[in-house]
Structure formats: structure tokens, C-alpha cells
């Protein structure tokens, strides 16, 4: 065994102590990721490049739906602060990348929220996208105006619709939350959110319950003609992604039986195509306390990077750019069929 097997063993390791509740719940069934990319001949995922400075200002929600990989909710005290935010942005001036993706929890919901979007918007970056949960919007007074603070600063939003219908949609993230939505996404339409060329409104789509996403382009046109045609309501491209087996949905998974089952499809489903778009390959992910990792799925399990010692505070490009990428039995959610990621299918 070489080193870089070595490493990727022990990474394995670390992933199942802190990704799966119990060992009694570790599925022995399931080989490990590397295992599975071995015996495909498919060498271990090593980053290109960082194109995607992801940043998690914070764990806290005003929503705590079903399928968090986050586990947000309103009781998070987790919150990145204004000095590392100004660190953030450091970095950001110093380097070449193309995205800032600021993710949460809620992250408008961080008091400094808005100047960290104002200060991206001054450096040379071409694309800020927001994950926004749509129903923040209607959450206060403080938050009516997030439309128009997104168009100022020619802000991507991305935000998680997991269905065209109120049943689908409360089932995973509350009850009126399908309707607060409607109401969001029809004051982003308003303003020319979805309708004008550099206003760009994606959805994400996430199946609701253990089975993987259906087809990307189909599920599109099926959201685009329902919500036009009983909501009046554009927007520009449909994210499809599975559910990772983490967190709330890993909690759904066993609670529900279904854990075995569905990690037997996820390996079942394993599609080496999707490797060379694995968005771990060019995005770093930032924790609300400065620690870096290779996505923001092992941020949650707190699954560190391969390069020890690195974090915000140390951040050098050289040393992490050409990573080897800390796996575990999740990938396998990244890799089942079309393959998933925060911009979508990977295959199609
Ligand atoms: S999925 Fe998004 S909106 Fe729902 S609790 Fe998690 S961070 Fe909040
Ligand atoms: S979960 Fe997905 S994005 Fe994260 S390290 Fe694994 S394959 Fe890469």
C-alpha cells in the first residue's frame, strides 16, 4: 500500500467515526468509497484548482427542515464574525478566484451579512451566489427588502424549492413554507429575478425520501411549466441533487429502516463520470469559524482536509489547490447516477 493510500485509509477512518451515529449503524455491507473507486481503477479525487471560495457565515436558520445537512435551525449560535469575514475577504483580494458562494444555515441572518456582500461586490470576483431560503424574505420587516440588496449587487440566488407542490414541499421543510416561497419567489420575479439575462434565479430540487434525484432537464420542465402555469412564476435553472447521508437525512434513514437499503443503491448507482465534476475538485469550503474543508458536506461531519494545519488564518493557495480530497461513505452521494453537487447533475 502506498501513502497515498495510507492517508486515504486513515481519512476513511475519521469519516465513519464522525459521519455515522454508531458502529452498530455503520454498515458493514457497505465497502468503503475507496474501496469501490479501487476496484474501478479510478485513482483518488484530487482537487485542480479553487474556483469556489464557499463560505458558511453560520449555522442558524429561521427554518429547520427534514433534509438539513446542516442541522440549522433558529437555536444555532454558531455565526461567523466580522474579523473573519474581513479575513474572508483577504483572502478573496489576494486570490483568483471566480465564485464567492455564501452559504448557512440562513446566511442573511448573520448581522454583517450585508457588508460582507458589499465588499465582495468591490473586488474583481464575477460571481457572488446566495443560498437563500426564500421564506428569510417574509421573515420580518428587517428582510422585505432582500430582493432589491440582491439586485444592487447582481447577487446568483440559489435557493431550495424541493417541490412544485405544498404537499412535497412542507412534507421536507414545514408547514407553510411552499406558500411563503410562492410569495418570495414572485417578489424576485417583480423586481426581474429569473426574467432579466444578469439576474439569475436557480432552484434546487431534492427527492423526498430514499430514492435518488429523477433527471435534471425533465424535472425542470416539469417545475417550469407548473409553477408558470399556476404561479405565474420564471426562473432559470432547476439543481437537482440527492440527499446525502448525513445529518437530518441520516437520522430520516435510520429511523425509517431505510439506511442499508439506501446506501446499497447509492454504491449500487456508483458512476465513475462523475468524478472529474465532483465540486470538491475546485471549491474550498470556509466554516463560520475559519476552518477549511473540501465541501461543505465534511464540514458538517467536521471530516478535515488531507493538508494539515491549514486554515483561514494560515490560508496558502500552494498548499491546497492540488489537495488529495478527504472521502468518506457519503461521496457515494455525490457519485450515484447523474452524479450531485451545488450546481447540479454532474453527467447530463
Ligand atoms: S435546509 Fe436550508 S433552510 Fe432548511 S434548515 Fe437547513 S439551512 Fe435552513
Ligand atoms: S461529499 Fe462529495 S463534494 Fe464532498 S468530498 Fe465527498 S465527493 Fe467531494
Not at 484530487?46 to 436558520?61: E, K, M, R
Request: charged share 20%; proline share 4%.
Amino acid at each position: 500500500m502506498n501513502t497515498s493510500e495510507k492517508e486515504l485509509q486513515q481519512t476513511e477512518a475519521i469519516s465513519s467515526l464522525s459521519d455515522y451515529v454508531s458502529s452498530e449503524i455503520q454498515n458493514k455491507k457497505t465497502p468503503s468509497f475507496f474501496e469501490v473507486l479501487k476496484k474501478n481503477g479510478n485513482p483518488p479525487p484530487i482537487s485542480t484548482h479553487i474556483d469556489v471560495f464557499q463560505v458558511n457565515l453560520g449555522y442558524l436558520c429561521n427554518q429547520t427542515c427534514k433534509h438539513c445537512h446542516v442541522e440549522a435551525g433558529p437555536s444555532r449560535k454558531e455565526i461567523m464574525s466580522k474579523e473573519t469575514m474581513q479575513v474572508c475577504l483577504k483572502i478573496i483580494k489576494e486570490n483568483d478566484f471566480r465564485c464567492v458562494d455564501i452559504t448557512g444555515g440562513a446566511p442573511e441572518m448573520n448581522p454583517n451579512f450585508r457588508w460582507f456582500v458589499e465588499e465582495i461586490r468591490k473586488t474583481k470576483i464575477k460571481e457572488i451566489i446566495v443560498r437563500c431560503n426564500l421564506t428569510i424574505i417574509l421573515a420580518n420587516a428587517n428582510y422585505h427588502d432582500l430582493p432589491e440588496f440582491f439586485k444592487n449587487n447582481s447577487v446568483h440566488i440559489v435557493s431550495s424549492l424541493p417541490f412544485y407542490n405544498a404537499l412535497r414541499t412542507d412534507r421536507q421543510r414545514g408547514n407553510g413554507v411552499f406558500e411563503k416561497s410562492i410569495q418570495a419567489l414572485q417578489m424576485l420575479n417583480k423586481i426581474g429575478y429569473g426574467i432579466e439575462k444578469h439576474l439569475i434565479l436557480d432552484l434546487v430540487y431534492n427527492p423526498n425520501g430514499a430514492f435518488l434525484s429523477a433527471n435534471q432537464k425533465n424535472l425542470e420542465e416539469a417545475y417550469k411549466t407548473e409553477l408558470f402555469k399556476t404561479y405565474n412564476i420564471s426562473f432559470n435553472n432547476l439543481i437537482a441533487i440527492h440527499n446525502m447521508p448525513i445529518n437530518r437525512f441520516l437520522e430520516y434513514l435510520i429511523n425509517s429502516g431505510n439506511y442499508e437499503d439506501y446506501m446499497s443503491m447509492l454504491v449500487s448507482a456508483y458512476n465513475p463520470e462523475t468524478l472529474n465534476g465532483l465540486m470538491c475538485k475546485n471549491t474550498i469550503s470556509v466554516a463560520w469559524n475559519g476552518n477549511l474543508y473540501d465541501c461543505d458536506f465534511n464540514q458538517m461531519l467536521q471530516l478535515p482536509l488531507t493538508v494539515a494545519g491549514q486554515t483561514l488564518f494560515n490560508f496558502n493557495i500552494n498548499h491546497l489547490k492540488h489537495r488529495q480530497i478527504a472521502t468518506g461513505k457519503h461521496c457515494f452521494g455525490c457519485t450515484a447516477g447523474s452524479g450531485s453537487s451545488c450546481q447540479g447533475s454532474l453527467t447530463e
